[in-house]
């Protein structure tokens, strides 16, 4: 079963699928001399639980280890006498493999990743030296203060639903997890309703299929890793860090998930934060001083969103960051200036062009829609809904994420009562239900 779809810029999409449930995915460019490989696997932190937490990081790095015909440097090799580079990332809600080379040899791509994503043996050997650089790894995250702050501020969202845990990991975890674990996990979590092999380039979806069915053909068609959605329970909360000199902020508000009419929230988040102009750099950084860097950014995910604020800055000054933040967030629910949401959008359409310039960007993004949504969305879809949001569908997107509850982490150096006079001044604006 195929379907195809063209694009303004001459690119086209085009998805078939195996029988037992594979999706194969082109992103045609014909003009260009590359072509981006990936296979993308519906499991990650998401998909775990807090024993588990960390075993879809483990086997994405274990998986290059080596297959049952091809050691660690033989894969190695054999992507580099094609010029290729191999790669590969864990998400929340996924995990992907990836290769780069020319676009002649986009199928032979898909052989060699089938090879690592089916046929790891996950050596005892080489899981013991791997283990260790995985904790070097998660030791240098949890001395960074943002690392730190975010994961606390996922804590506060999402509870002890999984949507909280890091991708990282569990030092706990990565310390006793065995090859049997790992292989257990993947013929768990790696089959046909899970997986999408896409490639974006000059390339044919009937070659790329061809090499799929043969690399993932017999692959079980098992059933797709759903997850019940977490309920956002917002809370706030510090962790002091020694030898820290910044607190790191990280506020924050529920917004609704992929399927659901998240565009104003999208929009509201490009208004508050987008660039050196909008209110948030302007009255923090420009007019006050109070952080070298802000931002603010909305986080859609299948299952769920967030709308972000975050910042750095000396112990002393987080007390009129937030005085600062509380009252632009609630004057926005009030109005949105017809000027700032023009940017916005702008902004908005510059970024979507520049993501179009990505390859590997606009597949993942058509790769992920295939498992959330189970199509890929036009472009021209999301900007038609950002278009046709107004001024006050945008304020009133201010307006009900400040009705929810709201979540706030800080980490790094926390002066002492910062997050009682935190919690004093968001219920001084009706911020977030206190």
């Known amino acids: 079963m195929a379907h195809s779809a063209a694009v303004d810029d001459g690119s086209s999409v085009e998805v078939a699928t195996l029988a037992n449930g594979v999706r194969v995915l082109a992103l045609r460019l014909p003009h260009a001399p590359t072509a981006s490989v990936s296979i993308f696997v519906r499991t990650g932190s998401l998909h775990e639980s807090r024993r588990s937490n960390g075993i879809s990081h483990v086997v994405e790095h274990m998986a290059f280890k080596g297959t049952h015909t091809r050691d660690c440097q033989q894969i190695n ?78 804590h506060h969202c999402f509870g002890s639903h999984p949507m909280a845990l890091p991708v990282i990991g569990a030092r706990r975890v990565i310390e006793t997890l065995s090859r049997d674990d790992l292989l257990g996990y993947v013929g768990r979590q790696y089959t046909g309703a899970n997986m999408v092999v896409a490639a974006a380039g000059d390339v044919r979806l009937e070659e790329l299929a061809a090499a799929a069915e043969a690399a993932f053909g017999s692959l079980p068609a098992g059933t797709p890793n759903l997850v019940a959605p977490p309920r956002h329970i917002g809370g706030l909360g510090a962790r002091r860090q020694s030898g820290a000199s910044q607190t790191h902020v990280v506020l924050g508000f529920p917004i609704p998930a992929l399927a659901e009419p998240h565009h104003a929230a999208v929009l509201a988040a490009a208004v508050f934060g987008e660039g050196m102009s909008s209110p948030l750099m302007d009255e923090i950084r420009e007019r006050r001083g109070i952080a070298y860097y802000c931002s603010c950014s909305a986080d859609v995910y299948e299952h769920c969103g967030q709308f972000i604020v975050e910042a750095s800055m000396a112990p002393e000054r987080v007390d009129e960051y937030l005085e600062a933040v509380t009252t632009l967030l609630a004057a926005h629910a009030q109005q949105v200036q017809a000027l700032s949401l023009q940017r916005a959008r702008k902004q908005l359409t510059v970024r979507e062009l520049l993501d179009a310039e990505r390859p590997q960007r606009r597949l993942e993004r058509a790769a992920l829609d295939l498992l ?40 790094g150096r926390v002066k002492p009562g910062a997050i009682d006079r935190a919690r004093e001044a968001l219920a001084a604006r009706q911020i977030g239900g206190l």
Request: charged letters at 30%; glycine letters at 6%; zero cysteines.
């Open 77 to 154: 090799l054999d992507a580099e006498l094609l010029g290729a580079e191999v790669n590969a990332h864990t998400d929340k809600d996924h995990t992907a493999y990836h290769m780069r080379g020319l676009a002649a040899d986009a199928p032979r791509f898909v052989s060699m990743l089938g090879d690592i994503v089916r046929n790891g043996t996950y050596p005892e050997a080489e899981l013991a030296r791997e283990r260790s650089v995985i904790l070097q790894e998660l030791s240098e995250d949890d001395d960074d203060p943002v690392s730190t702050a975010y994961k606390l501020f996922d």
């Open 372 to 411: 959330s949504l189970g199509r890929v969305r036009d472009p021209r879809e999301r900007a038609d809904a950002l278009d046709a949001a107004s001024a006050a569908d945008v304020s009133g997107a201010f307006a009900t994420l400040l009705r929810q509850p709201v979540a706030l982490a800080m980490a």
